[in-house]
């Protein structure tokens, strides 16, 4: 296995990654190009690699990869493709720190070595915030995704040393931006610069707003804070996030198919809305039969209408 450099910032999606990645990619001396997720996508749990030209056609229609002018030279076996993207990623002596949101236990499988950035939001916000993104249609379904990424972290920690991470809550990032900053550049092996704070001038994300912060004490219904606990309460205790105090609930049949159902019916008109009924469908029934070449037309599709509404 090669060695080489890189330091992963793991946090489930809405955990504050994007605000991270601005501030770090402003130190003189770090790239952070931000998310990178199809690089590991498509390894197996037990670290099986991805058959190369299958890796290569799903890699044609994959927005984010297109978006990093990465150069796929098919010569090369998955492994050493992979590698080839991080050092067309690496400048000079500056260290590259990848987002990634899923799957962190797998990334060991090809970077033994690395070091990583572990970034933990309140999934009582996180569930809230996926709303308002289309990924689900109630908290209850709206938790799923950071309850996935915490456990893979969950595993992620079994496989590698205490000095291989270090641990950042975004709420004590927005709280307290400055120490935190300083803390994560001596894990680095850099120093703090103010630079990092520069990130308003030349993006649309705005300085650390204290008021982002457990948006959930007021924002959330009782109810809906029960369901994000019944899911996630293991988890944030040991995360060090204090529950609600609130009694745990229990979801009956009836109660699990409503909520079931009304998360798919706001996921298929929140996406009908965005892409179009003709594009949605075309996408959705093409991937269904097996329609190879009229499914990538509407992945490229739906791919520049992500693109342009992207923040």
């Known amino acids: 296995m090669k060695e080489i450099n890189v330091v992963f910032m793991c946090g489930a999606l809405r955990s504050g990654s994007s605000l991270m990645h601005l501030m770090l990619n402003h130190h003189p001396k770090v790239k952070n190009p931000g998310e990178f997720d199809f690089l590991f996508d498509l390894v197996s749990d037990e670290g099986a690699f991805p058959e190369i030209n299958l890796y290569h056609d799903w890699l044609s229609t994959h927005r984010i990869f297109h978006s990093k002018s990465l150069v796929i030279d098919k010569s090369l076996a998955y492994e050493d493709l992979i590698f080839s993207f991080v050092q067309q990623l690496t400048e000079g002596d500056s ?62 920690e079994a496989k590698v040393s205490a000095n291989q991470f270090f641990q950042v809550h975004f709420e004590e990032l927005i709280m307290s931006p400055k120490p935190i900053l300083s803390e994560v550049c001596g894990f680095l092996g ?14 649309t994300y705005s300085k650390p707003d204290a008021s982002l912060v457990n948006q959930w004490k007021v924002k959330l219904l009782v109810k809906e804070l029960q369901y994000v606990e019944f899911k996630a309460s293991s988890l944030m205790l040991d995360l060090g996030y204090e529950l609600s105090g609130k009694p745990f609930v229990s979801i009956g049949t009836v109660e699990g198919v409503w909520l079931k159902v009304t998360n798919k019916i706001f996921r298929v008109r929140y996406a009908v809305k965005k892409y179009g009924v003709g594009l949605y469908f075309k996408e959705r029934f093409s991937r269904f039969f097996g329609l190879v070449a009229v499914n990538k037309q509407a992945r490229i599709a739906i791919n520049g209408i992500n693109k342009r509404n992207l923040k």
């Open 95 to 156: 260290v590259l720190v990848l987002n990634i949101h899923r799957g962190f236990h797998r990334i060991p499988f090809l970077f033994s070595n690395a070091k990583y950035i572990h970034l933990i939001r309140d999934p009582r916000d996180v569930a809230r915030s996926s709303i308002g993104m289309g990924w689900a249609g109630n908290v209850y379904y709206g938790v799923d995704h950071w309850v996935n990424s915490e456990q893979d972290w969950k595993h992620l």
């Open 190 to 203: 850099l120093g703090y610069s103010e630079q990092m704070m520069g990130y308003t001038d030349n993006s």
